[in-house]
């Protein structure tokens, strides 16, 4: 990634840290926590394993940071597309709309997350310390149609197990199914078929 050269010193600073963020969030998604090495991530960024540590005294540090800024920008698509939508059933649909293109413009936070639910001693005693906001995120729009008698009472969990965490294996498993089961998730076609499917087990399972 190039790193572009902003007037101040502060500027630079924030631009080589995005910058590290950006590689990282790659190179995690690509070898998971345990192999990703800092040098690997450095060098993406064109610079030297001291400057990132100047960032990022650790590689637990950096993943984390990575990690956090997934799922705060996560929450910001979210608000935007559900902000102002009133009927719950529209906002459900909204926020699985958020996550699908969220997850499809930006793959590595994909798998990073469908790692992350695979191997859960990165997270150790806090398995939610970052994902909580996108729990929570879901929790109120349950909540919403629930308490307005449009939805039947179900877990957020429930739901996200058996309904939104489909999204991550349609993001992330394209390439891995065989040549004659490929597919591309953002192919226009193939986006409209899954996003349909999507909206009808989402109906399915929370309407009366």
Same mark, same amino acid.
């Given at each position: 990634m190039t790193i572009p050269m902003p007037a101040t010193r502060k500027e630079r600073a924030d631009a080589t840290r995005e910058a590290i963020l950006h590689e990282a969030e790659r190179v995690f998604a690509a070898t998971g926590f345990r192999a990703a090495r800092l040098e690997d991530i450095a060098d993406a960024v064109g610079i030297r394993r001291p400057s990132l540590l100047h960032h990022f005294s650790t590689k637990k540090m950096l993943y984390d940071a990575v990690e956090q800024r997934i799922f705060e920008n996560m929450h910001a698509v979210c608000e935007a597309r559900t902000a102002g939508v009133e009927d719950p059933t529209a906002r459900l649909l909204a926020h699985l709309d958020a996550w699908l293109d969220f997850f499809i413009d930006r793959p590595p936070a994909a798998r990073i997350l469908q790692r992350l639910v695979a191997d859960t001693a990165v997270r150790g005693d806090n398995p939610?310390?970052? +994902?909580?906001? /996108?729990?929570?995120?879901?929790? =109120?729009?349950? /909540?919403?149609?629930?308490? =307005?008698? /449009? $939805?039947?009472?179900? +877990?957020?969990?429930? $739901?996200?197990?058996?309904?939104? /965490?489909?999204?991550? $294996? $349609? @993001?992330?498993? +394209? =390439?891995? @199914?065989?040549?004659?089961? =490929?597919?591309?998730? +953002?192919d226009p076609a193939d986006k409209v078929v899954f996003r349909t499917l999507l909206h009808k087990l989402a109906r399915t399972a929370v309407l009366p």
């Open positions: 939610v310390e970052f +994902s909580y906001v /996108a729990l929570e995120d879901m929790d =109120r729009t349950l /909540a919403y149609g629930i308490a =307005r008698g /449009a $939805f039947v009472p179900l +877990s957020t969990m429930t $739901f996200v197990n058996g309904v939104a /965490a489909g999204i991550l $294996f $349609f @993001v992330c498993n +394209s =390439r891995q @199914v065989g040549e004659q089961r =490929r597919y591309d998730p +953002s």
